[in-house]
């Protein structure tokens, strides 16, 4: 099985906006005005596409609050949760 994209949804500060950044690029996919609608139902499972990825979303300052894998399917057995 081919691994999964890895994405990163930060608040960006200086835009005041939520950014969802490709992991090995660093080039932000989409933009979102605030965090909850980042996270809406289904919102992040466009963003990410049809081929799936992983995406770990930040608290506004700090560490991570939660990884999500799209689709649920490809989620590692291993991982915790």
Not at 35 to 45: C, W, Y
């Amino acid at each position: 099985m081919a691994r999964l994209p890895k994405y990163t949804l930060e608040k960006n500060e200086k835009k005041d906006r939520w950014d969802l950044k490709e992991d090995v690029t660093g080039r932000v996919k989409k933009t979102f005005e605030t965090k909850a609608d980042a996270t809406a139902r289904g919102v992040l499972k466009k963003a990410v596409g049809p081929e799936g990825g992983s995406v770990k979303i930040q608290k506004v300052r700090g560490p991570y609050q939660e990884e999500r894998t799209f689709p649920r399917s490809r989620d590692p057995k291993s991982s915790p949760g």
